[in-house]
């Protein structure tokens, strides 16, 4: 992911580190906004791209890095990222811990709305989770169908497949 060049700059024991890092290791992670915007401010893209890597992790409060930030000093598409970010993290498995699963993502961002998270960018991810899921679900329902099993109490019958 673009917005994580900054990585590469970070010895990748500690990025696969399975354990919690010391907080040496982790003011090295902290500086990989700075790398992946000194990176990327060479390059001439048509859209804010290395400011939105320098900021996405800032929160609107201020408790983010690597400059704390508030508000109207983070730039929109910084604040989309950091949410998406999060949701993905969250949702995600790491080297550290197992995945947590999207509705432990929701939770934080439905949680930090407004502390952390700009509110607007919050309700658009959960309209798009919630469109996803509903996606996800007709097209379990049609893959039912197709199987020839047809859905009965809203579990998908396999009968006809031999399952």
């Not at 992790?57 to 983010?64: F, K, P, V, W």
């Not at 309209?127 to 679900?137: E, F, P, V, W």
Request: hydrophobic content about 45%.
């Amino acid at each position: 992911m673009i917005h994580d060049i900054g990585k590469i700059s970070i010895p990748s024991e500690i990025l696969s580190k399975p354990s919690l890092l010391s907080s040496l290791e982790l003011n090295l992670i902290k500086i990989h906004p700075q790398v992946g915007f000194e990176i990327l401010s060479e390059i001439d893209f048509p859209w804010p791209i290395a400011l939105t890597v320098l900021q996405h992790h800032e929160r609107i409060n201020g408790s983010g890095y690597p400059a704390g930030l508030k508000h109207d000093e983070i730039i929109l598409e910084a604040k989309i990222l950091a949410v998406a970010d999060v949701v993905e993290a969250i949702a995600s498995h790491r080297p550290y811990r197992p995945a947590f699963g999207t509705d432990e993502a929701i939770y934080e961002i439905k949680k930090n709305q407004g502390i952390l998270y700009e509110p607007a960018v919050v309700e658009s991810c959960l309209k798009i989770l919630k469109l996803r899921l509903k996606n996800l679900a007709q097209h379990f329902g049609i893959l039912c169908w197709i199987l020839k099993g047809g859905v009965r109490d809203g579990r998908c019958k396999l009968s006809a497949i031999g399952a």
